[in-house]
């Protein structure tokens, strides 16, 4: 039996372009391809382009808490 509380964000609404992600995200779609590759964000390709979903940016966005940003990185102003 399959575990319900592990979903693919790839299976959940529909599948947009980089572009539609960077503007939803407020990222540079030259981060979302950085992300992809390091394998943080969830995406697939699709001829020469990459497709993703707004759950898998929100994952994504939910991922980056301050405890994950290194101290050197992190503005405390």
Known sequence: MADSSQHDPLSVGELITLADAA???GLAKRSLNDYIKRGRLKAKRVGLFWLT???AIDE????RSLDNIPKKYRDLS
Not at 60 to 63: D, E, I, M, R, T
């Open 53 to 55: 979903t707004h759950a």
């Open 60 to 63: 994504y966005l939910a991922s």
């Open 23 to 25: 503007e939803y995200a």
